[in-house]
Nanobody, 124 residues
Framework: QVQLVESGGGLVQAGGSLRLSCAASGCTFNRYRMGWFRQAPGKEREFVGAISTTGSTTYYADAVKGRFTISRDNAKNTVYLQMNSLKPEDAAVYYC?????????????????WGQGTQVTVSS
């Protein structure tokens, strides 16, 4: 089982930036596609973005495209989510997840292990 620990959340003003990190252990990290999801109060969990095993391919939800960037460092077993130009509607608990499938990256059912989440709050 993969253990995932997110960090980097916090309070930021609208227009600001945050970088989330997700450290993995208990796995051969470079075998796993990694995803970021978020869940706001009263809403369903939604896909934010994903990155392939090598980091050569990334996918983003339309709502964050052009503002968020996913990267990974396989030597450090860590995936990152750089969030720029944050909006109040980006406020949520952000989760990273790992999966072995290479397709259906936007579906949370294709991820096997999840972190505990990190809170992102955006003030207007």
């Amino acid at each position: 089982q993969v253990q995932l620990v997110e960090s980097g959340g916090g309070l930021v003003q609208a227009g600001g930036s945050l970088r989330l990190s997700c450290a993995a252990s208990g796995c051969t990290f470079n075998r796993y596609r990694m995803g970021w999801f978020r869940q706001a109060p009263g809403k369903e969990r939604e896909f934010v973005g994903a990155i392939s095993t090598t980091g050569s391919t990334t996918y983003y939800a339309d709502a964050v495209k052009g503002r968020f960037t996913i990267s990974r460092d396989n030597a450090k077993n860590t995936v990152y989510l750089q969030m720029n130009s944050l909006k109040p509607e980006d406020a949520a608990v952000y989760y990273c997840a790992s999966g072995l499938l290479s397709s259906y990256y936007a579906s949370d059912t294709t991820y096997d292990d999840w972190g505990q989440g990190t809170q992102v709050t955006v003030s207007s």
